[in-house]
Nanobody, 124 residues
Framework: QVQLVQSGGGLVQGGGSLRLSCAASGRTLSTYSMAWFRQAPGKEREFVAAISRSGGGTNYADSVKGRFTISRENDKNTVYLQMNSLKPEDTDVYYC?????????????????WGQGTQVTVSS
């Protein structure tokens, strides 16, 4: 089992940047495919980005392609989401997720472990 602790996020003006971090403990992060999702109140969890165990493969939602970058440092047991050119519609609670059996999936059911969530608010 792995525990995920998120940091980063906050309030930023439109066009600005933020970086989210997700630190793992309990098991080596390199055994998990990792992803970021986001969710607004009353809505289903939405896929943002995923990264393979080695970091060599990535998958992005169309809405964030070219603006967001997912990366990982397995020696630090940490995954990142760099968010640039932020828009008000990116405002959400963001969650990191770990999947031991999936590969770059964009479906939240394929991920077994979740971070606590962190609020990202983009003002116009």
């Amino acid at each position: 089992q792995v525990q995920l602790v998120q940091s980063g996020g906050g309030l930023v003006q439109g066009g600005g940047s933020l970086r989210l971090s997700c630190a793992a403990s309990g098991r080596t992060l390199s055994t998990y495919s990792m992803a970021w999702f986001r969710q607004a109140p009353g809505k289903e969890r939405e896929f943002v980005a995923a990264i393979s165990r080695s970091g060599g493969g990535t998958n992005y939602a169309d809405s964030v392609k070219g603006r967001f970058t997912i990366s990982r440092e397995n020696d630090k047991n940490t995954v990142y989401l760099q968010m640039n050119s932020l828009k008000p519609e990116d405002t959400d609670v963001y969650y990191c997720a770990a999947g031991p059996r999936t590969h770059l999936s964009d479906y939240y059911v394929d991920y077994d472990y979740w971070g606590q969530g962190t609020q990202v608010t983009v003002s116009s």
